[in-house]
T-cell receptor, first 112, second 114 residues
Framework: NAGVTQTPKFRILKIGQSMTLQCAQDMNHNYMYWYRQDPGMGLKLIYY???????DKGEVPNGYNVSRSTTEDFPLRLELAAPSQTSVYFCASRGQANQPQHFGDGTRLSIL | DQQVKQNSPSLSVQEGRISILNCDYT??????FLWYKKYPAEGPTFLIS?????DKNEDGRFTVFLNKSAKHLSLHIVPSQPGDSAVYFC?????????????FGQGTTLQVKP
């Protein structure tokens, strides 16, 4: 029962570097989400997808990009890392409308 | 503009007593509410939800109450256990939009003392 798998678990980046946070789910869920959580704050939606090939912006999309070429995978791309993107990133997926989102264990990202 | 607020950053209760966690929202379009529990270094785990057509939903030791006129919901845990110590997040969505987008509160850290 893998559920939602996020890699890597930890990463340190230098300002201006780029990286891709990976997210995969094995529950055949159409809906997938990326959130960030800053210290002492709730989760904020970055991007979401309602199915393969379809993505849309959330509350805080600036500085990020996503793609959804398969049902299983929903990678999040940081092109030019900035200190303000230091955060914990959570990926989630959901099946039908009356089902809750299932979360991965997060990627802790520090940008120095 | 915080649409979902949890005004108590922390709560401490004795084992066996009731824990009450509160959440307020401002957007009248929200019609589906959830509570998530989060342990350190793990992702949030779904706990319980409630639709706006109900005012109460119960699942074992956990009960969620919704007061639509006050735009307020609360989570009751009875009896509280030390394993309940975690951060609890309230979240809200517009169910009818079918996107599943969630707006989260800031979280309340619950400590249950043995």
């Amino acid at each position: 029962n893998a559920g939602v798998t996020q890699t890597p678990k930890f990463r340190i980046l230098k300002i201006g570097q780029s990286m891709t946070l990976q997210c995969a789910q094995d529950m055949n869920h159409n809906y997938m989400y990326w959130y960030r959580q800053d210290p002492g704050m709730g989760l904020k939606l970055i991007y979401y997808s309602v199915g393969a090939g379809i993505t849309d912006k959330g509350e805080v999309p600036n500085g990020y990009n996503v793609s959804r070429s398969t049902t299983e995978d929903f990678p999040l791309r940081l092109e030019l890392a900035a200190p303000s993107q230091t955060s914990v990133y959570f990926c989630a997926s959901r099946g039908q409308a009356n089902q809750p989102q299932h979360f991965g264990d997060g990627t802790r990202l520090s940008i120095l | 503009d915080q649409q979902v607020k949890q005004n108590s950053p922390s709560l401490s209760v004795q084992e066996g007593r009731i824990s009450i966690l509160n959440c307020d929202y401002t957007n009248s379009m929200f019609d589906y509410f959830l509570w998530y529990k989060k342990y350190p270094a793990e992702g949030p785990t779904f706990l319980i939800s409630i639709s706006s057509i109900k005012d109460k939903n119960e699942d074992g030791r956990f009960t969620v109450f919704l007061n639509k006129s006050a735009k307020h919901l609360s989570l009751h845990i009875v009896p509280s256990q030390p394993g309940d110590s975690a951060v609890y997040f309230c979240a809200a969505s517009e169910f009818s939009s079918n996107t599943g987008k969630l707006i989260f509160g800031q979280g309340t850290t619950l400590q249950v003392k043995p």
